[in-house]
């Protein structure tokens, strides 16, 4: 079973078939760049698929082809027009080289939430890159999109997402209890949320 709340990334199952497909904004940040997907990125795919948890998480193929790679791209990019999400691909500005990837999920749109999930190759880690993106990301979808609430679910082994999360102005809410089927193995996730500030 592919997960849909950690990575975030929806499963094929869930695509509605609109006419009108979702517009990705591009957006900035002072090192970064979020836009599209294109086939330039497949390096990306190929450097994730050997990470030990992207493919637990998401559709990235854990065994990596030329051709399985194309084919995660193309299912990001579908994503607007099956109106699941926003599927951005994080790049650097100096060179808009594809570093990482986050999403926006809004298949609880119509009860003011959306999901976020985000990676990052392991050559770009370490670096607060994953909190900068998700600041630029979460802001944007609370002040564009139909959303109060943005949420992120992460183990409790993953200290580096939940201090991303944080960073970026998430907030812990508690543990939901065998909550996502990861690997084969029933876990607890963490839950954290971003709401919108209304006015006073
Ligand atoms: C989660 C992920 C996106 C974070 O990427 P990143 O931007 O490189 O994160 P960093 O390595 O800069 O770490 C973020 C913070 O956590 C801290 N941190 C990381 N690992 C830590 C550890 N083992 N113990 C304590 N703190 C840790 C870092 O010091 C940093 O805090 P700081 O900025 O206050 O110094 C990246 O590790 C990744 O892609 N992992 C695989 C996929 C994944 O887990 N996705 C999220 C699923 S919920």
Same mark, same amino acid.
């Given at each position: ?60 193929? =854990?065994?990596?082809?030329? #051709? /399985?790679?194309?084919? !995660? ?5 579908? *994503?607007?027009?099956?109106?699941? &999400? ?73 200290? =580096?997402?939940?201090?991303? #999360? /944080?960073?970026?102005? !998430? ?5 939901? *209890?065998?909550?996502?089927?990861? &690997? ?17």
């Amino acid at each position: 079973m592919q997960s849909e709340q950690v990575g975030g990334e929806p499963s094929d199952m869930a695509q509605d078939e609109s006419p009108e497909p979702l517009v990705l904004p591009r957006l900035e940040t002072r090192k970064l760049i979020l836009r599209e997907f294109r086939d330039s990125d497949l390096e990306l795919i190929r450097e994730a698929s050997g990470d030990p948890l992207i493919p637990l998480i998401t559709s990235v193929p =854990a065994d990596y082809t030329e #051709a /399985e790679g194309l084919a !995660f791209i193309k299912r990001q990019q579908g *994503r607007l027009t099956s109106r699941e &999400g926003y599927a951005f691909v994080i790049a650097n500005r100096a060179d808009d080289r594809a570093i990482g990837a986050i999403g926006v999920w809004i298949r609880n749109i119509d009860l003011g939430r959306a999901a976020v999930g985000y990676w990052l190759g392991s050559s770009a880690r370490g670096q607060g890159t994953a909190a900068a993106a998700l600041s630029a990301v979460s802001d944007w979808a609370l002040e564009n999109l139909e959303v109060v609430r943005l949420e992120l679910f992460v183990e409790e082994w993953n200290i =580096a997402s939940w201090r991303t #999360a /944080e960073k970026a102005g !998430f907030s812990r809410e508690g543990l939901l *209890r065998r909550w996502e089927l990861i &690997g084969g193995v029933w876990k607890d996730l963490y839950v954290y949320s971003k709401v919108r500030e209304f006015p006073k």
